[in-house]
């Protein structure tokens, strides 16, 4: 008697799935339509909402009125009591906008050293021509008292090599998240909801397959069809608007192994939704409870310094931060897989626990 071959039952199963996958308009809305919509979107957009990020150099003299002024303005976040080799490769690479120093001459005039950004130049010139003012106000004001007329404050400039970093490269990382959470978790929870309620999971036992080859092959047909969309998502934003590959086709490669180790974390989020609802009509709030604080919170559209203090914490918890800052590491700064060891350490702590969940709660048959 010949052998039930397990791994071919599992083959057509993948197989029947992503059929079903390619087939159902939901599936192709969430995982490729959606993310391509604000991918566009923001491509043909040079900025968002608009602030500057500053840093000021370690060991300048705080007590003056220029930075008094800084800091009543809105749109300007100064960041103090970093160490200067941070903040150097900070402003190399985008992330902070320039970097200020304060020290005062032997005559008392206050001498600051400006350093802007090629990776950041049209919010570097702003902010300079900013500063400019603030000193020439002052300036004025000494000379208006009667005072010698020294200048009270000097600006010296010097522009730092960097690469340019533009809306796309921060919103495409984000984008192909969103992707891979909408497929873990709405198409994993749809498809075995389904399955239970129309009996075929019944069918299948009645078969020789074994339930771990069942959700392998349910399991790879998102795999497969997730990473089809993950390479359409990137090569619609390299060639059409300039999406940041820094290495090339080595850069692509790590992008779509963390892809991989994502989605598999987040189709453990669909194990537990299918698990918990009792109908399809209870998959949607289920899920959208799980989706919509990380897509919102994660750091999909906005850094998540943007977001009040008290906030920010409950960021630095969703998994999906982890995977967007992890991938815009690898697209921008070229950062390796090791590199970003903690971000996939994270992912991976959030994997055991929600496939430990999903084993408390999933079932084979409907109630």
Do not use: C, H
């Amino acid at each position: 008697m010949t052998k039930y071959n397990q791994l071919k039952a599992m083959l057509s199963i993948t197989r029947a799935s992503l059929r079903s996958l390619m087939r159902n308009p939901s599936a192709v809305v969430f995982n490729l339509v959606f993310p391509l919509i604000f991918i566009v979107v923001f491509g043909f957009i040079s900025g968002g909402g608009f602030r500057m990020d500053i840093a000021i150099e370690e060991g300048s003299d705080m007590n003056n009125a220029v930075i008094k002024s800084l800091e009543n303005i809105g749109t300007i976040k100064l960041i103090k009591d970093k160490p200067l080799n941070e903040t150097y490769s900070e402003l190399e690479k985008g992330r902070v906008d320039a970097i200020i120093g304060f020290k005062r001459n032997e005559k008392g005039v206050l001498l600051i050293d400006l350093k802007t950004t090629k990776a950041s130049p049209e919010r570097g010139n702003i902010f300079k021509m900013m500063l400019n003012e603030i000193i020439d106000k002052q300036n004025l004001a000494m000379t208006k008292s009667g005072l010698p007329e020294v200048p009270m404050t000097e600006l010296k400039e010097e522009v730092v090599e960097g690469r340019k970093y533009k809306t796309i490269d921060f919103i495409l990382p984000g984008q192909l998240g969103f992707s891979l959470l909408s497929a873990g978790v709405f198409g994993t929870a749809f498809i075995f909801i389904s399955l239970r309620q129309t009996l075929v999971i019944k069918r299948f036992f009645a078969t020789p397959i074994k339930k771990v080859f069942i959700i392998l092959g349910e399991s790879l047909s998102r795999l497969i069809f997730s990473m089809f969309s993950s390479v359409i998502i990137i090569v619609i934003g390299k060639y059409f608007f300039g999406f940041t590959l820094v290495n090339g086709f080595e850069t692509f490669i790590n992008m779509m192994i963390l892809s991989i180790l994502a989605l598999i974390v987040f189709l453990g989020f669909g194990f537990v939704v299918s698990g918990i609802a009792k109908n399809e009509s209870a998959v949607p709030p289920i899920a959208n409870l799980i989706t919509l604080p990380q897509f919102l919170l994660a750091g999909t559209f906005f850094p998540i310094s943007n977001f009040p203090e008290w906030l920010q914490p409950v960021s630095r918890i969703l998994p999906l931060t982890y995977l967007n800052e992890a991938l815009r590491k690898i697209s921008f700064e070229g950062a390796s897989l090791f590199d970003v060891r903690y971000d996939i350490l994270i992912l991976l702590v959030w994997g055991i626990v929600i496939y430990a969940l999903a084993v408390k709660v999933f079932k084979w048959e409907g109630d």
